[in-house]
């Protein structure tokens, strides 16, 4: 079974070997779009300049399994409590977040070996706060819950009821037809005796 992730033979051929791995993130947050790397200093990618954030993000990606049932996904976020209150009101559940891996050429480095293959694509679903004891201190982290799939905002674009199919096709009764065939099968009528 081969690799089916897409992944450049550059960046198969780093693998084989002692590498430096980095994750990308991209975030639709509300207001600015975030492009996080897990090295330091700024890297160049696709054109975009990708900030270092190190350790201060940490990203888990859901295990890969058959069945419909699926793992969740997280991003902790290191941050302190003002940062989380400042961050409160704004929306960000549906909203896109992909995670790419590649490799760099020194450890926490900025320089990319090989192109990145894309690791997970999913959407916020959730929000909390994490207060956890680190090196005698707290520490606080935003704990970003993600989903995967379409979204609800993605899907609210292919879903289609029947007042959508008289608005737009006002003469057609296939609609009327197949809404009434539904509701003789599953509560069909029934003749006093």
């Not at 081969?2 to 070997?17: N, W, Y």
């Not at 600015?32 to 090295?39: D, F, P, S, V």
């Not at 029947?162 to 099968?185: C, F, M, S, W």
Request: glycine share 12%; no cysteine; aromatic share 8%.
């Amino acid at each position: 079974m081969g690799l089916t992730r897409g992944a450049s033979l550059g960046l198969i051929d780093d693998l084989k070997g002692h590498f430096h791995p980095v994750l990308l993130t991209y975030a639709d947050w509300p207001g600015e779009e975030i492009r996080l790397h897990t090295g330091a200093g700024n890297l160049s990618w696709d054109g975009e300049t990708w900030m270092g954030a190190g350790k201060l993000v940490q990203f888990t990606a859901p295990m890969e399994q058959g069945g419909l049932a699926t793992s969740e996904a997280t991003v902790r976020v290191a941050a302190t409590v003002e940062d989380m209150l400042g961050e409160r009101g704004k929306i960000i559940r549906n909203r896109d977040l992909t995670v790419w891996f590649a490799t760099t050429t020194t450890a926490g480095g900025n320089v990319l070996k090989a192109d990145p293959v894309e690791l997970f694509t999913g959407y916020f679903d959730s929000r909390t706060g994490a207060l956890t004891r680190s090196d005698g201190g707290l520490a606080h982290d935003m704990v970003l819950g993600l989903g995967i799939g379409p979204s609800a905002r993605s899907s609210a674009s292919i879903t289609h009821s029947y007042e959508d199919q008289i608005a737009k096709y006002p003469g057609d009764t296939a609609g009327r037809h197949v809404q009434n065939a539904n509701k003789l099968r599953f509560n069909p009528q029934q003749w006093p005796e």
